[in-house]
């Protein structure tokens, strides 16, 4: 009989494939993987492949029950139904005062019929009635939702005017609803705490129209696990990359949309140990492109179906080239690379293709269109044998000799030379020159959307390095990051980084205020509501943390706390030493910086910092060998959890930036018992406020290590 052990699963639904995970829970070594096809077509929907790749992957592995301490997985089930239109007639009960109020309001709430897709005619049918708040009473909620539910609504948004300020009144229509007519219902305020009426009801009614169809999902999912005999809560992933009970998805589906990319980005972040980084998940057809800064990955609001929401979710580029992209070409280069792939056109990778089916006879230039109304201009090769063949990104890095073996795209490169000739010759270049052209075209497409991420989350490109995920990351990963003079790494097990992200995920919520001049009690509150929410989602409470963010210009206040779903009482990764963390801090600091030392250290974190330039970067490291913070320029004073006041503000002072219109304040980092706090360049009262609430039940004599971070992004 082995061990007691205790492991985690993460299951990815993905467009082909449905892969699983097994990981140990205490050393996040892999157990085991399974993968088997997305179950698109079956009656149960992508939730049959979710639990035949669990099933699989216990039994293969020898996994009992009793064992799986947390079940999770991603899910394309919300955005499916929003691309083929499978969801339900909405009817939504607007609530607002009388007189201008009232007025106002009634118009705000009258959605008009939510477009999904304008072309096919796709929609979400929304049906509308106004009750004054005057008028809430039992008869006339009753009324308003017979009469919705005459005219075909099949689920009930309640939305009231400042309903994020009292509940009381949606509350009121929910039991209502559910004690007259027993429909699914959503109310507005348990979605976002923002103002903005129309777009507060409109998020809430994009959430009840998938409601049905996630329920029926969740319940077959649950079930299925349950009759696997795992008691633990099946946990589901969500866009922002945290994961929340099955439960909770049950009220808020939509926080799933936009699952898929969240768990390579978790993936990216738990397995790689780097706190800032571009990830580039690059699949066959598509490129998702993101960013992780001070550890965290970088959020915004969703879209769907063109339509803006509350929904946070990661903030995710999608490009169309990746590794099975087609080359495009003109009379004396090459014009293009992608949208389209390789599979589209029922084409071979020229790498991938047998060489003695290549020499067999001679090769045909062939120009084509892979889709109807595409242009004509993608090459393709016809073999002696009439097999049609195309060199894609893939063919041309392994030209390049830029894959390592190691890699899952790496492939024949002599292949992939002798198919690349004939048109290298037809447009008067070397093979070589050929395929430097071709990655030049991804990397114009690759650098310009890196730009944009690096200018939106004021990226310090010194500390920035590239991180690539998914089967063809080495097709375009090494090539960019040679171009842009950055360091890259592709993770060990990159192909199933998705699945490893959602094996490691924390339990999350969210709860943003506007609140234009926040007190420290208003912070306290806004930390209890957002620690009771991720609570209420799975969390195990020893183990929330609450992140608050301000944004002086909106006056938009975030709470974002983490957990995880059990406590852990052991923790076997290895502590590392002093010269340990020296290598890492070395190697993450790449090349360009010398003389790199230790300059102060607690006993949770060491700080390291080295010489580049006129600059002084940091490293902070923690004792599991972690980089937690990496800033391109800035300074570290350890002081007592007392003094540290004299010290912000002095730092304040001695390392702002002064601009033509305008002044960069620093950011601020503070290692405080166990944990990381950062503070983001917001007034220096507000900092000081923040840092207040995270340092105030310390001991006055424990050591701080402060970190004040020129905030100079090029």
Same mark, same amino acid.
């Given at each position: 009989m082995a061990d007691h052990r205790a492991v985690r699963m993460g299951i990815d639904v993905g467009g082909t494939y449905t892969k699983c995970v097994a990981m140990d829970n205490v050393t996040h070594e892999i157990i085991g993987k399974n993968e088997v096809k997305t179950t698109h077509d079956d009656k149960a929907g992508v939730a049959a492949g979710v639990v035949q790749s669990f099933k699989n992957c216990m039994a293969e592995n020898g996994i009992a029950?009793?064992?799986?301490? @947390?079940?999770? &997985?991603?899910?394309?089930? #919300?955005?499916?139904? %929003?691309?083929?239109?499978?969801?339900?007639?909405?009817?939504? /009960?607007?609530?607002?005062?009388?007189?201008?109020?009232? @007025?106002?309001?009634?118009?705000?709430?009258?959605?008009?019929?939510?477009i999904l897709d304008e072309k096919v005619g796709r929609k979400i049918p929304v049906y509308n009635t106004f009750l004054k708040k005057k008028e809430l009473t039992d008869a006339h909620i009753e009324a308003a939702i017979k009469d919705l539910l005459g005219k075909g609504s099949k689920v009930i948004v309640a939305s009231m005017a400042f309903g994020v300020d009292s509940m009381d009144e949606e509350v009121k229509i929910r039991d209502m609803v559910e004690k007259v007519a027993g429909v699914p219902v959503s109310m507005a305020s348990d979605i976002t705490k923002l103002y903005g009426l129309t777009r507060r009801t409109r998020t809430a009614a994009i959430n009840a129209a998938i409601l049905p169809k996630m329920m029926a999902t969740a319940?077959?999912?649950?079930?299925?696990? =349950?009759?696997?005999?795992?008691?633990? *809560?099946?946990?589901? +992933?969500?866009?922002? $990359?945290?994961?929340?009970?099955?439960?909770?998805?049950?009220?808020? *589906?939509?926080?799933?949309?936009?699952?898929? *990319?969240?768990?390579?980005?978790?993936?990216s972040?738990? !397995?790689?140990?780097?706190?800032n980084a571009i990830y580039f998940e690059v699949g066959g057809t598509t490129t998702n492109i993101g960013v992780i800064k001070n550890g965290r990955p970088g959020v915004d609001y969703a879209q769907i179906g063109g339509h803006d929401t509350y929904v946070n979710s990661l903030d995710?580029?999608?490009?169309?080239?990746?590794? $099975?992209?087609?080359?495009? /070409?003109?009379? &004396?280069?090459?014009?293009?690379?992608?949208?389209?792939?390789? &599979? /589209?056109?029922?084409?071979? !990778?020229?790498? %991938?293709? *047998?060489?003695?089916? /290549?020499?067999?006879?001679?090769?045909?230039?062939? +120009?084509?269109?892979?889709?109807?109304?595409?242009? #004509?201009? !993608?090459?393709?090769? =016809?073999?002696a044998s009439g097999k049609r063949i195309c060199f894609t990104n893939t063919d041309a890095a392994n030209v390049l000799g830029l894959i390592e073996p190691q890699y899952f795209a790496h492939g024949n490169a002599s292949a992939a030379r002798k198919c690349m000739k004939p048109v290298a010759d037809k447009l008067g270049i070397t093979v070589e020159e050929l395929a430097t052209q071709i990655l030049d075209k991804d990397f114009e497409k690759v650098n310009a959307c890196i730009n944009a991420l690096a200018d939106k989350y004021q990226l310090d490109h010194d500390a920035m390095r590239l991180v690539g995920c998914g089967g063809g990351a080495a097709s375009l990963v090494p090539y960019c990051a040679g171009k842009m003079g950055l360091q890259y790494s592709i993770p060990e097990n990159a192909e199933v980084i998705s699945s490893i992200g959602v094996a490691l995920s924390m339990v999350r919520d969210v709860v943003e205020r506007v609140i234009p001049n926040p007190t420290q009690e208003d912070i306290k509150e806004l930390k209890k509501e957002a620690t009771d929410a991720a609570i209420s989602s799975g969390a195990s409470p020893d183990t929330v943390e609450v992140h608050i963010e301000i944004d002086s210009q909106s006056g938009k206040v975030t709470?974002?706390?983490? $957990?995880?779903?059990?406590?852990?009482?052991?923790?076997?990764?290895?502590?590392?030493?002093d010269d340990e963390a020296l290598a890492l801090a070395t190697e993450d600091f790449g090349h360009k910086v010398s003389d790199v030392k230790l300059v102060e250290k607690t006993d949770k974190f060491y700080v390291f910092t080295g010489k580049m330039g006129e600059k002084n970067p940091i490293r902070i490291v923690d004792k599991k060998g972690f980089i937690k913070v990496q800033c391109s320029n800035a300074q570290c004073l350890k002081?007592?959890?007392?003094? !540290?006041?004299?010290?912000?503000?002095? +730092?304040?002072?001695?390392?702002?930036? @002064?601009?033509t219109d305008t002044v960069l304040r620093p950011d601020y980092f503070i290692c405080v018992g166990p944990r990381v706090c950062d503070y983001s360049a917001v007034d220096l009262e507000q900092v000081l406020l923040l840092m207040d609430l995270d340092i105030m039940d310390r001991e006055p004599d424990e050591d701080l290590l402060i970190v004040g971070s020129i905030n100079d992004v090029r």
């Open positions: 029950p009793e064992d799986v301490v @947390f079940v999770a &997985h991603s899910t394309t089930q #919300a955005t499916n139904a %929003f691309i083929e239109g499978d969801v339900a007639p909405v009817g939504v /009960i607007g609530v607002a005062g009388g007189g201008l109020e009232g @007025f106002l309001a009634k118009r705000q709430l009258a959605l008009k019929d939510i319940n077959a999912t649950e079930s299925s696990v =349950r009759e696997a005999g795992v008691t633990v *809560p099946l946990m589901i +992933m969500r866009g922002d $990359g945290g994961v929340m009970e099955i439960n909770e998805m049950r009220k808020r *589906p939509i926080l799933t949309a936009l699952s898929g *990319p969240a768990a390579s980005v978790m993936g972040l738990m !397995y790689l140990r780097a706190s995710v580029r999608i490009l169309g080239c990746a590794g $099975g992209s087609m080359v495009r /070409i003109n009379d &004396h280069a090459v014009e293009d690379v992608g949208p389209r792939s390789a &599979h /589209i056109a029922g084409c071979e !990778y020229a790498c %991938f293709t *047998p060489e003695e089916e /290549i020499d067999a006879g001679p090769l045909t230039i062939e +120009m084509l269109s892979p889709k109807p109304g595409d242009p #004509a201009d !993608y090459v393709a090769i =016809r073999l709470a974002i706390a983490t $957990g995880s779903t059990e406590v852990k009482t052991t923790d076997l990764l290895k502590e590392c030493d002081v007592k959890a007392k003094d !540290y006041k004299e010290t912000v503000e002095a +730092m304040w002072k001695d390392l702002a930036v @002064f601009k």
